[in-house]
């Protein structure tokens, strides 16, 4: 059988939106230290939802639709259907978030109407782009469903969000405020984030660990999982039925288990004598989903409740699992599109610097050790309540954010054209 | 007490005998490459390695130094000519010596006759991509390399193109994929 050759797209198209992302990030993290008084409250405060949407949008969502420009050629060996829409893309989302994060934080609401409408946009150049590619194909994988799964989450997530904001203009939508407010960030992630990391991890980490591929019973428990379970979740909060969204929350728990079994497997079966910085923080990510699974099951089942608890179970769910597994991957992903654009043309010819020669790993390693305690202790501090602690431990995490940028920054710059650097060998 | 034996997985198979091509280089003639540490700090060393290799001279043998047995290069290796020998001087220190040799391994199956052969199947990128343009380099006109992977390299190929090299990809059994590339005549 003859097979298509799936070529992949410039690097710079998902360079840009990592880019991108990575400043979000770091912004958030710069934010963070002065929103100390806002965290210690309740969490609908302007300045914590703007904190929010710059991580879940700024950071998360661009950070995630760029790496879905390199992955899916590869995971689905198809090619980009059209680069010049995901340039458009990045841009009209870009300007979108700037807008919402904006107009959030001052409560202008018309102005975050115009702004999401943006984003829609945005996300809707994305799942065209990403549908027409997808367009005749013959075998789907796992990754290739939970990817089509989480693009569907991103579309309702983003009609949800657009909603909630004409909501403010003009009352039209029935049930209560916070139910709807509390099935938004459900949807998003538990219906775009999630799928879209187990999808990706289920092919990209036997990569990186050089170890097998998850079996069919448990790809069947998470896909199972998820499909019953976020609808569950998400319709359980909007009418404000309990019993729905524990049984809801417990499916999801079953697929999170089934994935954290299986990387745990991973791990042992890995044939890499030893793990990077970046693998040290898909672990660490994986860690923090474990926990924010069981505080997100305690809340849905009623075991916990209450503001503080609703936002501790916010800052590990997006600060550790998300944020961790997305710094991870960003640490796998830019070095190899860096390496691509600036050495790949060269390979073969020259000797050529590796992945690892691009890396800045002292700068890894200080992101790691503040980000995973920083988030540890934020999430400690807000659930206590202490502004002084959540002061100090938004600090760490802002010194983690800014050596991760630092990290980045440190690998972009092999971008720019200099003479080569020749490998090191000594003869005896 | 009676002494249980030791289980047979956990002896140290005894050393084979240093092969007398090998024996026969000077120490002189030895490029040591010791990449314990590189690995140890999560480094990638393959391109450290090609590299080493690549500066070789002919009456020269390369001796890694790796905290495991390097077994996916021997393969890769054997391919372009090297034989290898082994020693374990501990759990986690494991010299290999790599000299040309006439040990060079089977091409894998299927290979297409007058076609030569690189297996890079488990492999991190971007080590199969720096393998196969290393390996293309030394392909004369008219000459076909046959690449078995485990997917399909989709950065690879727009540097064959770039390259001028002709290439087509089938996928003979499931995850095994297979690339046939090859440097046209001018």
Known sequence: MNARAARAPSPMLPLGFLAVAALAFALAGLALPWLGDALSGHYYHPRILALTHTLTLGWITIAILGASYQLIPIVLERPVWSERLGRWELVAITLGVVGIVGHVAIASWSGLVWSAALVAVGVTLHVVNTALTLRGLERWSFTAAMLVMGFAGLVLTTAFGA??????????????????????????????????????SAHVYPLFVLAPRPGRRVIAVQAWGLALGVPAVVIGLLLAAPVLTAAGALAVATAVAAHLVWVVSLLRGSRRPAFDWALRFLVAGAAYLAVTAAVGVALATGAAGGPRWALTYGVLGLGGWVSLTIVGMMLKIVPFLVWYRAYAPLAGRLPVPGLADLRWPVMEAVAFVCLTAGVAGLAAAVAAGHAAAIRAASVV???????????????????????????????? | MRR??????????????????????????????????????????????????????????LVLRAPFEPAPLYRVLARRGFA???????????????????????????????????DVRGLEPPEPMVAVLERLETLAPGQALTVVHDRRPTFLYPQLDARGFTHRTDEPEPGLIRIIIERPVP
């Open chain 1, 397 to 428: 995490v802002l010194v983690g954010c800014l050596a991760f940028a630092a990290g980045v920054v440190s690998i972009l710059h092999h971008l720019v054209p200099c003479p080569m650097r020749r490998p090191a060998v000594r003869p005896s």
């Open chain 2, 4 to 61: 249980r034996p030791e289980p047979a997985a956990s002896r140290a198979p005894a050393p084979a005998p240093k092969p007398a091509a090998l024996a026969a280089i000077p120490e002189a003639r030895r490029v040591s490459l010791d990449v314990r540490d590189a690995i140890r700090r999560g480094e990638e060393p393959f391109a450290t390695i090609m590299a080493a290799v690549a500066g070789l001279r002919d009456d020269e043998a």
């Open chain 2, 84 to 118: 290898h020998w082994t020693e374990r001087r501990a759990d986690d220190d494991w010299s290999v010596s790599f000299y040309r040799g006439a040990s060079a391994e089977s091409a894998p199956p299927r290979t297409p006759a007058g076609s030569d052969a690189l």
């Open chain 1, 163 to 200: 909603g909630l904001g004409v909501e403010h203009l003009r009352t039209f939508l029935p049930g209560d405020f916070f139910a709807r407010l509390h099935a938004h960030m459900h949807l998003a992630l538990l219906g775009w984030v999630l799928p879209v990391v187990l999808g990706v």
